[in-house]
């Protein structure tokens, strides 16, 4: 429990998606204009980290890794590596599940459909899903609820990120910003900044 | 006085539209507006009339620092002349820490007002007082050893990034004393922690003066420590630190002034010293390791928890604007403060780093106030 607890906490605060390793940039920017429609986009990333990772933690472990599949056909196949795969493998499971949320969104909330725009389908290419996915298999956890917690927890901590930064873009619009900056440009260095500040958790041992 | 008005007066044509120093005119309104009471009035819109107005603001700050800048000097001089075996007169440990702090205090102001200057005139906005308490900030939060340069660049930074590219005083998101500070924690460790640095020339004679709080980091008992300095100490502040934020004395005197021209909130004091006690009496009943055993009230005496949460953590930009959001904020500052000073071994002081996300939090917490009060609105209209 407590192992679970740690890797829940790590996730969201010390090894945060957007301010740890700047990841899942493409939608943090693009959708974090307003509160509400980041709130969405967040609970839909949280959403799909919460299956991906499990379903690649299981692939990984029963299919991709070296000897993997001796597990389930036998001990002909334990020479077999197909890491190789993983990339492909994992985007495919990342892509299918985007679409399944799409269909969600789209069936009980039209408006946030189409707030979220074309940025809903990118999800399948954010970073931050596949890059969950990459470091899991990086940790070697132990079973797979602790993936599915990691997958969470670094959800949680995408989602804390977009609509804190979506406020602050709430609050600084009517900001007397200097032309060059306006848009995008004050954006990245509200995000730099937020980093700063989030480096207060950078070498906690939990 | 009036040396000044016909000196202004005598001059102002030449800023004024036409004239030969157009573009310097945000400068010359600088000072018109700091020396005399700006007579011009609005003439659209609705406003609020009140005497107060942001220079007037920003110098009840300024007058709320002056204990802390006194006692800062003096314990700069203390400090030395303990770690030195000099005996010094109390003049004299003025004196010394005067002399050191004055560089300090007048980089600070040069090189930030030239930014401020710089930014008004280029991009034709007003001078606009806020880094008048900054400027006089930075300098408290430094330890007393660093290098001008270092702070002149960390100045420059605060304003021109924490600041400036967000519109001017006002539409910041960070708070630019702490800016300054972070910018320099992280740029130049070396500098800004540790054992060396709190007291001048602590390195020559390998006196060690690392702050109660480092030391309580590195798993010294809290006991032993508590032989060294004892609680009077920590409250009246002769202990090594950063030069503003040790004496509780002087703070509390900061904070007096503040509560009573109404300029500082007290809900945002108030709530940061609750969460922060709340928080460190959690870690007492757990207790397991050295910060976490130190008792409750220690805590918020140590280390610039006092002087983050009157100063730091009141700046009325980049905190919560609602009354509600004000007590969550400053709560969650308190509850922050420590579980980064106890959790993380990096970091022997969380108070800085708690502001700072604190603050990056803030807009997110006043959009949920407001929004519930506009839910809670609606429902009795409808029904």
Same mark, same amino acid.
């Given at each position: 429990?407590?192992?679970?607890?740690?890797?829940?906490?790590?996730?969201?605060?010390?090894?945060?998606?957007?301010?740890?390793?700047?990841?899942?940039?493409?939608?943090?920017?693009?959708?974090?204009?307003?509160?509400?429609?980041?709130?969405?986009?967040?609970?839909?990333? #949280?959403?799909?980290?919460?299956?991906?990772?499990?379903?690649?933690?299981?692939?990984?472990?029963?299919?991709?890794?070296?000897?993997?599949?001796?597990?389930?056909?036998?001990?002909?196949?334990?020479?077999?590596?197909?890491?190789?795969?993983?990339?492909?493998?994992?985007?495919?499971?990342?892509?299918?599940? =985007?679409?399944?949320?799409?269909?969600?969104?789209?069936?009980?909330?039209?408006?946030?459909?189409?707030?979220?725009?074309?940025?809903?389908?990118?999800?399948?290419?954010?970073?931050?899903?596949?890059?969950?996915?990459?470091?899991?298999?990086?940790?070697?956890?132990?079973?797979?609820?602790?993936?599915?917690?990691?997958?969470?927890?670094?959800?949680?901590?995408?989602?804390?990120?977009?609509?804190?930064?979506?406020?602050?873009?709430?609050?600084?619009?009517?900001?007397?910003?200097?032309?060059?900056?306006?848009?995008?440009?004050?954006?990245?260095?509200?995000?730099?900044?937020?980093?700063?500040?989030?480096?207060?958790?950078?070498?906690?041992?939990? | 006085?009036? =040396?000044?008005?016909?000196?202004?007066?005598?001059?102002?044509?030449?800023?004024?539209?036409?004239?030969?120093?157009?573009?310097?005119?945000?400068?010359?309104?600088?000072?018109?507006?700091?020396?005399?009471?700006?007579?011009?009035?609005?003439?659209?819109?609705?406003?609020?009339?009140?005497?107060?107005?942001?220079?007037?603001?920003?110098?009840?700050?300024?007058?709320?620092?002056?204990?802390?800048?006194?006692?800062?000097?003096?314990? =700069?001089?203390?400090?030395?002349?303990?770690?030195?075996?000099?005996?010094?007169?109390?003049?004299?440990?003025?004196?010394?820490?005067?002399?050191?702090?004055?560089?300090?205090?007048?980089?600070?102001?040069?090189?930030?007002?030239?930014?401020?200057?710089?930014?008004?005139?280029?991009?034709?906005?007003?001078?606009?007082?806020?880094?008048?308490?900054?400027?006089?900030?930075?300098?408290?939060?430094?330890?007393?050893?660093?290098?001008?340069?270092?702070?002149?660049?960390?100045?420059?930074?605060?304003?021109?990034?924490?600041?400036?590219?967000?519109?001017?005083?006002?539409?910041?998101?960070?708070?630019?004393?702490?800016?300054?500070?972070?910018?320099?924690?992280?740029?130049?460790?070396?500098?800004?922690?540790?054992?060396?640095?709190?007291?001048?020339?602590?390195?020559?004679?390998?006196?060690?003066?690392?702050?109660?709080?480092?030391?309580?980091?590195?798993?010294?008992?809290?006991?032993?420590?508590?032989?060294?300095?004892?609680?009077?100490?920590?409250?009246?502040?002769?202990?090594?630190?950063?030069?503003?934020?040790?004496?509780?004395?002087?703070? #509390?005197?900061?904070?007096?002034?503040?509560?009573?021209?109404?300029?500082?909130?007290?809900?945002?004091?108030?709530?940061?010293?609750?969460?922060?006690?709340?928080?460190?009496?959690?870690?007492?009943?757990?207790?397991?390791?050295?910060?976490?055993?130190?008792?409750?009230?220690?805590?918020?005496?140590?280390?610039?928890?006092?002087?983050?949460? =009157?100063?730091?953590?009141?700046?009325?930009?980049?905190?919560?604007?609602?009354?509600?959001?004000?007590?969550?904020?400053?709560?969650?500052?308190?509850?922050?403060?420590?579980?980064?000073?106890?959790?993380?071994?990096?970091?022997?002081?969380?108070?800085?780093?708690?502001?700072?996300?604190?603050?990056?939090?803030?807009?997110?917490?006043?959009?949920?106030?407001?929004?519930?009060?506009?839910?809670?609105?609606?429902?009795?209209?409808?029904?």
């Amino acid at each position: 429990m407590q192992e679970l607890v740690n890797i829940f906490i790590k996730s969201i605060f010390i090894d945060n998606m957007v301010f740890a390793y700047f990841l899942g940039m493409c939608s943090y920017l693009g959708v974090s204009k307003t509160v509400s429609t980041s709130v969405g986009m967040g609970f839909a990333v #949280i959403f799909v980290l919460g299956i991906t990772v499990p379903i690649n933690y299981l692939l990984e472990n029963y299919v991709l890794r070296e000897g993997a599949l001796s597990l389930l056909l036998g001990d002909s196949f334990k020479d077999i590596d197909l890491s190789f795969l993983s990339f492909i493998m994992f985007i495919a499971v990342i892509a299918s599940m =985007v679409q399944l949320v799409e269909m969600i969104i789209e069936k009980f909330s039209p408006a946030l459909y189409g707030s979220l725009g074309i940025f809903l389908p990118l999800i399948a290419v954010n970073c931050a899903i596949l890059g969950a996915s990459l470091f899991m298999q990086e940790k070697d956890f132990s079973n797979i609820t602790e993936a599915t917690v990691y997958g969470l927890g670094s959800g949680v901590g995408w989602f804390l990120a977009i609509v804190a930064i979506a406020a602050i873009r709430e609050k600084i619009r009517y900001s007397n910003i200097p032309p060059a900056l306006r848009g995008l440009g004050i954006t990245y260095i509200i995000t730099g900044l937020m980093g700063i500040a989030f480096m207060s958790f950078m070498g906690i041992k939990l | 006085m009036k =040396v000044f008005r016909n000196l202004l007066d005598g001059i102002k044509p030449n800023f004024e539209k036409g004239g030969k120093l157009e573009k310097l005119y945000p400068a010359y309104d600088a000072f018109e507006t700091f020396l005399f009471v700006p007579d011009h009035t609005t003439n659209e819109g609705t406003h609020i009339k009140d005497a107060i107005d942001l220079k007037r603001t920003m110098f009840m700050v300024i007058v709320a620092l002056i204990p802390c800048v006194l006692f800062g000097m003096w314990n =700069v001089g203390y400090q030395y002349s303990i770690a030195s075996g000099e005996s010094m007169t109390f003049i004299q440990q003025f004196n010394f820490g005067f002399w050191k702090f004055l560089p300090l205090i007048i980089v600070s102001y040069a090189v930030g007002l030239a930014v401020e200057f710089a930014f008004a005139v280029l991009r034709g906005h007003q001078v606009n007082e806020g880094y008048l308490v900054t400027g006089m900030l930075i300098p408290l939060t430094m330890p007393i050893d660093v290098p001008l340069w270092m702070l002149a660049i960390s100045v420059i930074f605060a304003v021109v990034i924490g600041k400036e590219v967000f519109g001017g005083t006002g539409m910041n998101i960070l708070n630019p004393a702490l800016t300054a500070r972070a910018f320099l924690f992280f740029a130049y460790p070396s500098w800004m922690s540790g054992d060396k640095v709190w007291v001048q020339n602590a390195s020559v004679d390998g006196y060690s003066g690392a702050t109660i709080l480092g030391d309580l980091a590195s798993s010294m008992n809290w006991q032993s420590l508590s032989g060294q300095w004892s609680i009077s100490d920590m409250f009246f502040g002769t202990i090594p630190g950063s030069v503003g934020e040790t004496s509780m004395v002087a703070i #509390i005197l900061g904070a007096l002034i503040l509560l009573f021209t109404g300029v500082g909130s007290w809900r945002i004091i108030l709530s940061t010293f609750l969460g922060g006690y709340f928080m460190a009496y959690l870690f007492n009943l757990w207790g397991y390791n050295e910060l976490m055993s130190t008792p409750a009230h220690i805590h918020l005496m140590i280390g610039s928890f006092a002087f983050g949460a =009157v100063f730091m953590a009141t700046d009325p930009v980049t905190a919560s604007q609602t009354n509600k959001g004000k007590y969550i904020y400053g709560f969650l500052i308190g509850v922050f403060a420590i579980l980064i000073r106890t959790f993380n071994p990096a970091y022997p002081e969380g108070m800085m780093l708690a502001i700072l996300l604190m603050n990056i939090f803030a807009p997110l917490i006043d959009h949920y106030i407001v929004q519930a009060n506009v839910n809670k609105r609606l429902k009795r209209a409808t029904v």
